[in-house]
């Protein structure tokens, strides 16, 4: 009996390791060797490579597809249609199965809707990324990035509000009233 539970519609493949509590909905396929964490939702039409890895309480909206070399760590939010890449310079008639590149989208992280993460670049903690935008280089933590190709507008606080920094480079999130600070083009959460 599984601790997890999936629609009828879904295909999940021989080899997954799919964490209690989570959720796969409509005509999803989840392919072999996957790592799924505790209390996921998988939503509708989403297609999971072969050796895929997600932590726990990834939310993943309908009609994603997340490749081989996707690793995503606890609290990331996939939007509805974002994709990720998992080669460079894809060609039909050239087989690159062996030179999949490596993306890892950090905990915490939010991709918003149609988003593209070009392969090999990796999203930092409780990074935020505009819906439709384009990644193609890595992106620093807290940050938010917009755009074709996707450029760096400012910050984002752990409850998703963007972060004003004030001149001694210290911001309060409105919901949670934690404390941020900026040094050099990085920011921290203040304990």
């Avoid at 539970?5 to 390791?17: E, F």
């Amino acid at each position: 009996m599984s601790n997890y539970k999936a629609h009828d519609t879904a295909v999940i493949d021989d080899g997954c390791d799919i964490g209690e509590g989570t959720s796969i909905w409509h005509f999803s396929h989840i392919m072999p060797r996957c790592t799924i964490g505790k209390n996921c939702n998988i939503g509708q039409n989403v297609v999971i490579s072969p050796e895929v890895v997600l932590g726990d309480n990834v939310k993943v909206q309908n009609n994603v597809s997340i490749y081989s070399g996707v690793i995503c760590e606890d609290d990331v939010f996939l939007g509805p249609s974002m994709v990720f890449t998992n080669i460079v310079n894809p060609r039909s008639a050239i087989v690159r199965k062996g030179q999949y590149s490596k993306t890892v989208v950090k905990k915490g992280a939010s991709i918003g809707a149609n988003a593209t993460i070009v392969c090999g670049h990796d999203i930092g903690r409780y990074a935020f990324i505009g819906a439709g935008a384009v990644v193609t280089k890595h992106i620093p933590d807290y940050a938010l990035v917009v755009g074709n190709p996707a450029r760096q507008i400012g910050w984002m606080s752990e409850f998703g509000h963007r972060l004003d920094f004030d001149q001694n480079g210290e911001a309060v999130c409105d919901e949670s009233g934690e404390r941020y600070k900026l040094e050099e083009q990085k920011v921290i959460k203040l304990r």
